[in-house]
């Protein structure tokens, strides 16, 4: 069955980054789409980024110019650089994959989930 494992949450100062790891195991199928979602305290999971399966890339605007999604050497591996982080960037950071997900910015679209890594930035 399909899993996937996070890693690399962590608290940081603001101005400061982190890097998440996630990698799906259990398929032998071909490339996924993966995506980053987060959610904060009190607020719905909102997107972050993905990576298509094509490798196109899209971004949140509230991600963009300060995140970097990017898939590893292994198949089915993603990365998110956070720079310049922020207070408002506190959340759990979700890893989500899919074949083909209809939508890429929407969470009803994908199929598979990580546990979720919790990033705090401290003021």
């Known amino acids: 069955q399909v899993q996937l494992s996070e890693s690399g949450g962590g608290v940081a100062q603001t101005g400061g980054s982190l890097r998440l790891s996630c990698a799906l195991s259990?398929?032998?199928?071909?490339?996924?789409?993966m995506a980053w979602f987060r959610q904060a305290p009190g607020k719905n999971r909102e997107f972050v980024a993905a990576v298509r399966e094509d490798g196109r890339i899209y971004y949140a605007a509230s991600a963009k110019g300060r995140f970097t999604i990017s898939r590893g050497n292994v198949m089915n591996t993603v990365y998110l650089q956070m720079n310049s982080l922020k207070p408002e960037d506190t959340a759990v950071y979700y890893c989500a994959a899919d074949e083909r997900p209809y939508e890429y910015y929407s969470d009803n679209y994908y199929d598979y989930w990580g546990q979720g890594t919790q990033v705090t930035v401290s003021s």
């Open positions: 259990g398929s032998t199928l071909g490339r996924y789409a």
